[in-house]
């Protein structure tokens, strides 16, 4: 058994200084599909999950190893990985985990989910835009959702404001094409038809129509309003998903 050495405090100084990991389930006309993950408390990125049709004690295990694999073992030494204290986390081989790349273990208290909030706030989301959206027929459509709400949705797309509303995947702030500054009006243009006398001025009315067109065609062209494609496709081959046993899914990615 470990100490409770977070006490609800869910802040780190920097990446790879605190993890969260939890389970959940969620049922399907085919049965029950169940999921581990682990969160990067300073990033909140999901860094490992295990997704399975039954709930072995290794699941905790595979997503532990896939978080380890994906942050790199050298960076993440020393670094705290928060539980409650489910059965799954008092595994002999999960401690063994622990102790095997330089881990600190640690657990909230028997029956109290305020000791592991962040973690059940990201699972919240996950009821929310994917478990809870409709009836799911087979447990390999729910696992298609949920690793593409993960890794396109959660990762790429939902802002926070803790991070200057940048996304996870990414601590630079954007610039979107409707905050960009527009170019300088050209206020000259009537002094420079004043200082010519001797030009007779145009038959029609002229029209700002011009300037506005080609600020317009700069905008459709700016390389923000591409259609970026924002993440791989989790049908590509290195995702891989048996239906029989437990899954671990290595994508590359921080």
């Known amino acids: 058994m ?30 029950k599909l169940y999921l581990c993950a682990v969160k990067d408390v ?21 997503a532990l190893e896939m978080a380890v694999a994906r942050r790199g073992r050298d960076l993440v030494t020393g670094c705290v990985v ?33 000791d592991n909030a962040a973690m059940e706030r990201f ?10 959206s409709r009836r799911w027929a087979t447990r390999s459509e729910l696992r298609l959702a949920i690793v593409t709400w993960i890794e396109r949705t959660y990762h790429r797309r939902r802002r926070q404001l803790s991070l200057g509303k940048s996304t996870r995947s990414s601590l630079k702030p954007s610039t979107s094409p ?10 000259c243009q009537p002094n420079l038809q004043q200082s010519r006398p001797t ?39 290195r995702w891989s998903f048996p239906l029989g046993g437990r899954a ?3 994508a590359s990615g921080g």
């Open 2 to 31: 470990h100490d409770d050495l977070v006490e609800r405090d869910f802040t780190a100084a920097g990446p790879n200084r605190l993890w969260l990991t939890d389970l959940t389930e969620h049922p399907t006309a085919e049965g």
């Open 42 to 62: 300073w990033s909140r990125r999901i860094v490992g999950y295990s997704i399975s049709d039954r709930m072995p004690s290794a699941l905790a295990v595979d």
């Open 82 to 114: 928060h539980a409650d204290r489910g059965s799954q986390f008092r595994f002999r081989p999960y401690v063994a985990a622990l102790h095997r790349y330089g881990l600190a273990g640690s657990m909230g208290r028997v029956a109290s989910s305020a």
């Open 123 to 132: 699972f919240a989301l996950l009821q929310k835009n994917v478990l809870n």
């Open 178 to 187: 409707r905050t960009r500054p527009e170019p300088p009006h050209r206020k």
């Open 199 to 237: 030009e007779q001025p145009p038959t029609t009315n002229s029209s700002p129509t011009s300037m506005t067109r080609d600020n317009a065609t700069a905008d459709n062209d700016h390389p923000h309003n591409a259609d970026v494609r924002t993440g791989g496709d989790p049908r590509d081959s």
């Open 248 to 250: 671990i899914l290595v």
